[in-house]
């Protein structure tokens, strides 16, 4: 282990955000966000209502540049003050990894410091570290747009995924479901608005893997359920919006927190001795009031502390990618310039290989 403070760019362009940020770990573990600069690409996407992966990929590049100087004009560092440079490497969109991954290694190439190619997941499992020290054992949600997984993060490296989506992500239900009624993109936002002044009982929706014990998920079916809704409606009013956006919501935050439940009480076989133990929830769905409302509650019934790391650091984000990177740095791992960018990279492979529950394909079990 390194006994002297690292300084790390970190960069992350696997989906719809561009980010780049400098973090600096000191020995003891303790982190400080130098920098941390992120640029979303929701005006490219919305005439899609969704993002377009080429779309995606050429707008990472047209401002990776740019915001790279944003970032050491930020931390008042230079490129040759960094001691490695961090990008996220997998899983995401295939054009959109390689913007961020391709610039990391030109970036030490140039300056003759270690490349780390990160796993985007580990940065997530570890992002609520960027805000205050936490101990492992935790236990993780991440929920976005394109990942619904729970995971116990064991100790940095080991990384035990106990139930995954096998389908869509939660997400991916809010923004179809969104898209489907006209809401806009990106469509959980503007679903959770619709919702307010909905009647979530008027529609009754599906319960996702009904009878089935684990803590899996699946929000293809809720998905599907309300688009019948809603083509059934002769011509729908904003009341029949706001009622199905609510049927919609209560469903998908009923199975999250149904299945966290779950989560915590495997947790509390496995690992008896942690006083209070953490659910971490991380991801852009939970900035869905519901959701949280309903986590904080399995949280509080089952005796766990909900950490939510600040919404910057749940959403993506660069910091994250710089805090793994810096921590393989620490123990001395680094990776060689042809590190490749994989569009699958389960971040629990062991699992990933005995229980391929999402669509094995060509390159192995997704993410
Ligand atoms: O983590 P994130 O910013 O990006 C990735 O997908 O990696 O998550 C974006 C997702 C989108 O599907 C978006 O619709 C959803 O998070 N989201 C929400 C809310 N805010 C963002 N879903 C429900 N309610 C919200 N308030
Ligand atoms: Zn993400």
């Known amino acids: 282990m390194q006994d002297r403070p690292l300084t790390v760019l970190g960069l992350e362009s696997s989906c719809d955000e561009t980010a780049a940020a400098v973090i600096r770990r000191y020995p003891d573990g303790r982190i400080e966000v130098l920098a941390d600069q992120v640029r979303g690409q929701a005006s490219h996407h919305a005439p899609y209502g969704g993002v377009v992966p080429e779309i995606a990929a050429r707008a990472h590049i047209d401002v990776m540049d740019d915001l790279i100087c944003d970032a050491l004009e930020e931390s008042g560092l230079a490129l040759s003050d960094m001691d490695g440079f961090a990008a996220t490497s997998g899983p995401g969109l295939i054009g959109g990894v390689m913007a961020a991954l391709m610039t990391a290694k030109g970036l030490a190439l140039g300056t003759g410091r270690p490349l780390i190619a990160v796993n985007h997941l580990e940065g997530h499992a570890l992002s609520p570290r960027l805000a205050e020290p936490l101990a492992f054992p935790y236990l993780l949600l991440l929920v976005s747009g394109g990942h619904t997984q729970l995971l ?147 949280a509080r019934e089952e005796g766990f502390q909900r950490v939510a790391p600040p919404m910057k650091w749940c959403t993506d984000n660069a910091a994250m990618i710089a805090l793994a990177g810096a921590e393989h740095l620490a123990r001395g791992e680094t990776d060689t310039l042809d590190a490749p960018a994989r569009a699958r990279w389960p971040l629990d492979p062991e699992r990933a290989l005995d229980a391929p529950i999402l669509g094995s394909g060509r390159k192995g079990p997704k993410a």
């Open 152 to 298: 116990i993060a064991e100790a940095f490296g080991r990384y035990h995924r106990v139930g995954s989506t096998l389908d869509d992500a939660a997400g991916e239900a809010f923004d179809k479901t969104a898209k489907v009624m006209g809401l806009g993109f990106p469509g959980g936002p503007a679903l959770e608005r619709m919702a307010q002044a909905g009647d979530p009982d008027r529609f009754p929706m599906p319960t996702p893997l009904k009878g089935r014990p684990g803590c899996d998920f699946s929000f293809a079916g809720l998905k599907t359920a309300a688009r019948q809704i809603f083509e059934a409606l002769d011509t729908p009013d904003e009341t029949d919006k706001a009622d199905l956006a609510a049927a919609v919501q209560r469903a998908i935050a009923t199975s999250l927190a149904s299945r966290a439940r779950r989560a915590m009480v495997m947790f509390k076989d496995r690992y008896p001795d942690t006083p209070t133990p953490s659910l971490v929830v991380a991801g852009g769905v939970a900035a869905n009031a519901l959701v949280r409302s309903l986590l904080d509650e399995a």
